[in-house]
């Protein structure tokens, strides 16, 4: 079985009052059309396609990963015609799915539901029961609750209008059948534009039956027309990662206070997350972890055992086990901790490794250092890596200890069990085992005076 999944991504979105087109607009900063291209993909033997027409080259070109046909619908007339632009693109015996691009919640298994209702003679469509139908499409049933045809809210009856049961818009038929149909919509409704749900009528007509899913919640195929919808399909999407982390074996201080924009690739047990935790990109996490309030997670990997303090800020780093960071410190790109590394308030470690038991506690810069196991850096030391023109390294051998307030000028080797003098600028490569400091010798002058104020 083939199918082919046509997403409907060229309507204007008006009501989002934007320069962005609609499906470019982010959920956990993901565009809407990429979450349901994500759906969709993971179908087995399916070929995809975009219709895209509003702001369309845009969108192209931002999601041009896709691997996806892009078709183009130049004038927006409507469901219908947006679905004729790919009819030349589909095959008879395709099963072809119809979903559209700014509905971003929905699920994997709703479809693998819906898809199996097309069968010879019948077609599936998913529908919601809904508080407020006031938008949809009704969907119109006979007495036995046959279907029969959708009426658009704009066409309906005073007695249409009433019905509850909605049209999500999301549809599964055969190619053959849906290509015959197409072809003889019409545009003669309150809209004047050409409705894909008129497929339904001409369905029964010809004799097919109307196959329902009802899909249990209205969040999941909730369109986003505006930027409330948006917020709220936001929450809805952050609270289903969490509820999925907690299933996991995490606790989350606050469930609504946590966000996920990405995805967890490995999460392990008994981690504890306080409030206001972001995970972003490609996040690990080890067994015994716990998060601290405020801190956001980026691209990272942390091993087992890690304790992460408040207001930390970690990019494309590798943290090893037992490791304690923070309060308030930044890990950026190829910062590379091994186990049980301490690092401090505010500190600043960039595309640098610290071997096994190493501490850098306070207030000190460290970039493009090689760092040694159990090596000591004094509060305040910064490795000045860059000349203005270009970057160099700074080595730091195991055992050494940088006493507090202390400038290496990269490029610079300090060795194994060197011991620097605290406030020392140094600038040449410092032996090992041995003392090494560059210190304005103190002195005192005996017989100095305080001065005194001038008298008028
Ligand atoms: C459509 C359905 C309605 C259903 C509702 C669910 C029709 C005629 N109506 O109504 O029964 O209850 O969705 O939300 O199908 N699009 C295009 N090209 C167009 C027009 C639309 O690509 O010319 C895309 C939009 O980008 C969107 C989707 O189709 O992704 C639905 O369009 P929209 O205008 O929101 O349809 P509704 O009028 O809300
Ligand atoms: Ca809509």
């Given at each position: 079985m083939k199918i082919t999944t046509v997403i409907l991504a060229a309507g204007k979105g008006t009501r989002m009052r934007s320069e962005l087109p609609k499906v470019l607009h982010k959920i956990a900063n993901k565009p809407l059309l990429k979450h349901v291209y994500d759906l969709s993909s993971q179908l087995a033997n399916n070929s995809i396609k975009i219709v895209y027409g509003h702001g369309g080259v845009l969108v192209k070109e931002s999601l041009s990963e896709l691997n996806a046909n892009w078709v183009e619908?130049?004038?927006?007339?409507?469901t219908g015609h947006a679905v004729q632009q790919v009819a030349d693109q589909i095959g008879d015996e395709d099963i072809v799915l119809i979903l559209y691009g700014?509905?971003?919640?929905?699920?994997l298994n709703t479809i693998e539901q819906l898809?199996?209702?097309?069968k010879d003679k019948s077609i599936a469509l998913l529908t919601v029961n809904l508080d407020n139908p006031t938008g949809y499409g009704r969907i119109v049933r006979d007495n036995d609750g046959k279907v029969l045809r959708i009426v658009e809210e704009k066409d309906a009856t005073k007695d249409e209008k009433l019905i509850t049961e909605g049209n999500t818009g999301i549809l599964a038929l055969q190619g053959k059948e849906l290509k015959n149909w197409l072809s003889q919509l019409?545009?003669?409704?309150a809209q004047g534009e050409y409705y894909l749900t008129d497929v339904i009528e001409m369905a029964v007509t010809d004799g097919y039956t109307v196959n329902t899913l009802l899909v249990e919640s209205e969040d999941e195929v909730l369109g986003v027309n505006n930027r409330q919808q948006l917020s709220h399909l936001e929450r809805v999407y952050q609270i289903e990662q969490a509820e999925i982390l907690m299933a996991q074996g995490v606790t989350l201080l606050d469930p609504a206070r946590f966000d996920i924009?990405?995805?967890?690739?490995y999460l392990g047990i008994d981690i504890t997350i306080d409030v206001n935790v972001v995970l972003e990109g490609k996040v690990s996490i080890g067994n015994n972890v716990t998060i601290g309030p405020n801190t956001i997670i980026k691209d990272s990997i942390i091993a087992e055992d890690v304790e992460i303090l408040a207001n930390c800020v970690i990019e494309n780093a590798v943290v090893g086990q037992g490791s304690r960071i923070g309060p308030f410190a930044r890990l950026r790109p190829e910062a590379v901790l091994a186990d049980h590394v301490h690092i401090g308030n505010f500190v600043e470690i960039k595309k640098s490794t610290i071997a096994s038991g190493s501490k850098v506690n306070h207030l000190s810069y460290i970039g493009d250092t090689t760092i040694g196991s159990q090596v000591n850096i004094g509060a305040?030391?910064?490795?000045?890596?860059?000349d203005g023109v270009n970057k160099f390294r700074t080595i730091i051998e195991d055992g050494a200890f940088i006493g507090s307030d202390t400038q290496l000028v990269a490029p610079v080797t300090i060795g194994k069990n060197a011991t620097i003098g605290a406030g020392s600028t140094i600038t040449k490569d410092s032996p090992e085992n041995q003392l090494t400091l560059s210190r304005v010798k103190q002195i005192t002058i005996p017989s100095w005076q305080r001065p005194v104020k001038k008298g008028k």
């Open positions: 619908q130049k004038q927006q007339l409507g700014d509905v971003p919640l929905l699920k898809i199996p209702l097309v019409g545009n003669s409704n924009r990405g995805e967890v690739e305040g030391t910064i490795t000045c890596n860059y």
